[in-house]
C-alpha cells in the first residue's frame, strides 16, 4: 500500500507498518523552488528490457521511504540518489532495490525521486537537483524520531550523476543562501560517481545541469566536486570500476586524493572490470561482487563509533 503524503506534518498518524512505501512530497505543490509558474510536463515511467524502472520528467520531487525490521534497525538512515546522467532517473536498480538491501542490514534507506535540469521547467537548473537533495535530508532528519533514526547517523548514497549529486550535497550543504546543519550528511556512499565538469568529466551530465552554452568557469569549478571537499566534508566511501568508459575512474580516484588532502576518512575500492551502473548486479564481475560486504563493514564500523 501506498501512500502520498503531502506534509510531513500530518503524516504521523499513519500506521508504522504502511511506512516502509511511503511516498513524501518535498514541498508543498504551490511552493516547489526555482519552478516556472505555469509550467507543465507529464512525468514518465518505463521499464525497459533489463528490467531498470527509468523515470522522466519529474517536476513534483518525492521520498520514498523504505524501513528496516524493528529487530534489526540500527538507528541509521541513508538517502539514495539514482543515476542517470541528470536526463532520467535509474530509480529500481539504483534505487529500490538497494533500498531494500539497506533494510536488510538494519538501515533506514529513502529514495529521493529529484528534478532533473529542465529550462522550461525552472530557474537556474543548476541549482535545483541540489535544492531537492538538501530538503529531502531536511525532512529526514526533521522526522528521525518518527522514523526511529538517529538524527547523527543520516548519510547520502548516489550513483553515477546521482553520485554528483551526492557528492554536491557532501561539498555544498553549509555554503550559500541556502546552507543548512539540517542538510548535512553525516556520511557519504558514492559509486562510479560522476565528480568533476573538468577533465575526465561525463559530459552529458554536465551539460544536462549546467547547460551546453553560457556556462562559465567558475561554475563548472563550483561543480567540480573534487574541487570543493573541505574538512566539513563527511567520511566516504568510494566505489569504482577501472574499465568505466562512461565516468573515468579517476573521478573517484580525484575526489578520494582531495579527502586526504583535507583529513576526511575516506576508502575506496576500485575493480579490474564492471564497466559502469550495476548497482548490486555485480555476479558476472568476479571481485565487484564483494563491494555491498565492504560497504557494510565501512558503514557498520562508522555507526557504531558515533
Request: hydrophobic share 40%.
Amino acid at each position: 500500500m501506498r501512500f502520498l503524503v503531502f506534509s510531513m506534518l500530518f503524516a504521523a498518524s499513519i500506521p508504522q507498518v504502511a511506512l516502509s512505501q511511503e511516498v513524501i512530497n518535498l514541498w508543498p505543490d504551490s511552493a516547489i523552488p526555482n519552478s516556472i509558474s505555469g509550467s507543465q510536463i507529464a512525468e514518465k515511467s518505463e521499464t525497459d528490457a533489463n528490467g531498470i524502472l527509468r523515470i522522466s520528467n519529474v517536476s513534483v520531487p518525492t521520498l520514498t521511504a523504505y524501513l528496516p525490521a524493528k529487530d534489526k534497525a540500527t538507528g541509521a538512515a541513508i538517502m539514495i540518489c539514482p543515476g542517470g546522467g541528470y536526463s532520467i532517473l535509474a530509480a529500481s536498480h539504483e534505487g529500490s532495490d538497494v533500498a531494500r538491501w539497506f533494510n536488510s542490514i538494519g538501515v533506514a534507506a529513502f529514495v529521493l525521486k529529484y528534478r532533473l535540469p529542465n529550462p522550461e521547467l525552472m530557474t537556474n537548473q543548476q541549482e535545483v537537483p541540489l535544492i531537492d537533495a538538501m530538503q529531502g535530508m531536511t525532512l529526514i532528519r526533521q522526522n528521525a524520531t518518527r522514523y526511529g533514526i538517529n538524527p547523527e547517523k543520516i548519510g547520502v548514497m548516489g550513483f553515477s550523476a546521482g553520485g554528483h549529486l551526492a557528492a554536491t550535497l557532501s561539498t555544498h550543504y553549509y555554503r550559500g543562501e541556502k546552507a543548512s546543519e539540517m542538510a548535512k550528511p553525516n556520511f557519504a556512499v558514492l559509486l562510479y560517481p560522476v565528480i568533476t565538469f573538468g577533465e575526465k568529466a561525463h559530459t552529458g551530465s554536465r551539460d544536462k545541469l549546467l547547460g551546453k552554452l553560457n556556462r562559465s568557469s567558475e561554475m563548472v569549478a563550483y561543480y567540480s566536486n573534487e574541487l570543493q571537499v573541505t574538512k566539513q566534508t563527511p567520511p566516504t566511501f568510494l566505489v569504482h570500476s577501472e574499465d568505466d568508459k562512461g565516468v573515468p575512474v579517476e573521478n573517484s580516484i580525484n575526489y578520494y586524493l582531495a579527502c586526504l588532502k583535507n583529513g576526511v576518512p575516506a576508502e575506496m575500492h576500485l575493480y579490474p572490470m564492471g564497466g559502469h551502473g550495476y548497482g548490486l548486479r555485480t555476479a558476472k564481475f568476479g571481485s565487484l561482487n564483494t563491494w555491498p560486504e565492504a560497504c557494510k563493514a565501512w558503514l557498520m564500523s562508522l555507526i557504531s563509533a558515533k
